[in-house]
């Protein structure tokens, strides 16, 4: 790939002060890395095809916690609580699962992010193989956590197993652009016994890798280890869990105590505001969670429970329930709520190569046209109100363009590499069948 230089009038490259570049450059070497990221007056000579785009550009962003190949089935049991709507409605669907129905739903999954700006997903779902076999060909990028979890057709110990051969032949992340990270996934510790948790975590800490866990999404949910351990939290601590990368989903029920242990191991938080208040979970500590320096990403959770993969509403929710639980309406401004879903969602994940428009990281990029009412007033604006426009007005409608490690894999709205309605007829068809 050549390097390539593009140019919007508004550049947000998601520093940590949420910085709004005028007349902005993103540059992108032969590698599909960030080169450079300044205002036109500063950029360094360059000679090579140049991209001028006319609204927007930022990073990709970065959907911290997903399930995404349960587009298969989205809508069902959408009314029961969520220990009910898994017992009797999502498991007993998954065991009729087959693995290019995986494949079908992740295609769908992934095509659905990209279309929203969402260049990046962490995933928790079965059949590693054809899920990153759908996300190499929609061109996206993943962190895959593959699930274990102990019920009665499935084996804690093989699914740790298999996870360790297949990061050990071939390694951590792979594919080009590095676009898939390999970890582990266990479920919770409400379905999978200690010494499972603490092999899991044996293996994870000797390779590096990420561990994606459910803690503490529902009150119920884990009395028996709360009542031996005092909290989720606390037992992974024990266990040594939190001492390698560990990104914790939902994270709703948290004591002041679990929050500084979470801190004090650099544990990330995936925060599902909308998964969360659909199933009535709860509203998770976002607030002192921030306060206490823990990274927090945001999640989307799956599109069965949610029902869909759009992060930025979850940006838009968590600024939302983040206010109205603080009774401040400055509690998360419209630039916390962005850097929530692009940097903080790599920072949760433990990635420095994604999630900002900075040299080295990765180029995965989103190009937001400003032909639409929510940027009527313009873009010659304060850079407050011009990301209040961007946040709580446009949101996804307007994302056109998607770049990830510098390739094109969404134009003009559409995905460049597969058939978005193809993928879609695909879907009903196994959904159809899902159903019996």
């Known amino acids: 790939m050549a390097p390539r230089r593009f140019t919007a009038p508004v550049v947000l490259p998601a520093d940590p002060s949420c910085s709004v570049l005028r007349d902005g450059v993103v540059d992108v070497d032969a590698a599909g890395r960030i080169a450079h990221c300044g205002p036109a007056a500063g950029a360094p000579p360059f000679e090579g095809p140049v991209t001028a785009l006319p609204g927007i550009l930022l990073p990709g962003l970065v959907n911290a916690h997903a399930h995404s190949p349960m587009v298969l089935f989205r809508g069902q049991g959408g009314d029961l609580p969520l220990l009910r709507w898994l017992h009797e409605v999502i498991w007993p669907a998954e065991a009729r699962l087959r693995p290019d129905d995986v494949r079908t739903g992740m295609m769908l999954g992934s095509v659905e992010m990209l279309r929203h700006g969402v260049t990046t997903s962490a995933e928790m779902y079965f059949h590693g193989e054809q899920l990153a076999d759908a996300v190499l060909t929609t061109g996206a990028r993943v962190l895959l956590g593959a699930p274990i979890i102990e019920l009665p057709a499935t084996d804690w110990r093989a699914m740790t197993t298999a996870v360790d051969r297949w990061i050990d032949a071939d390694g951590l992340r792979f594919g080009p652009g590095q676009r898939i990270e390999l970890g582990y996934g266990p479920h919770s510790a409400y379905m999978l016994p200690e010494k ?19 803690v503490a999404e529902a009150a119920a949910e884990d009395a028996a280890q709360r009542a031996e351990y005092g909290s989720v939290p606390r037992l992974l601590a024990e266990i040594g869990m939190l001492d390698g990368r560990v990104i914790a989903a939902h994270a709703v029920h948290l004591s002041d105590e679990d929050i500084v242990l979470l801190a004090a191991h650099g544990a990330g938080v995936a925060h599902c505001p909308g998964s969360n208040a659909k199933l009535a979970s709860g509203t998770a500590r976002l607030a002192e969670l921030r306060a206490a320096a823990v990274a927090v990403g945001l999640g989307t959770d799956g599109p069965a429970s949610n029902d869909d993969l759009d992060l930025w509403q979850e940006a838009q929710l968590a600024a939302l329930l983040a206010r109205l639980s603080a009774s401040d309406c400055t509690a998360l401004t419209a630039a916390d709520a962005l850097l929530l879903a692009t940097r903080g969602g790599a920072a949760a994940l433990g990635r420095d190569d994604l999630g900002a ?7 995965d990029l989103v190009h937001v046209d400003v032909d639409d009412p929510a940027f009527a007033t313009g873009l010659d604006v304060p850079d407050e109100q011009l990301l209040a426009n961007l946040v709580w007005a446009a949101g996804s409608r307007r994302v056109r363009d998607v770049w990830v490690a510098g390739e094109q894999v969404v134009a003009g709205g559409e995905p460049t590499r597969v058939d978005r309605r193809a993928t879609q007829a695909a879907v009903a068809e196994a959904a159809t069948r899902l159903r019996g």
């Open 357 to 363: 428009l900075e040299p080295g990281r990765w180029a």
């Open 196 to 214: 499972a948790l603490r092999a899991i975590t044996e293996s994870a800490v000797a390779r590096g890798a990420l561990v994606q866990i459910h």
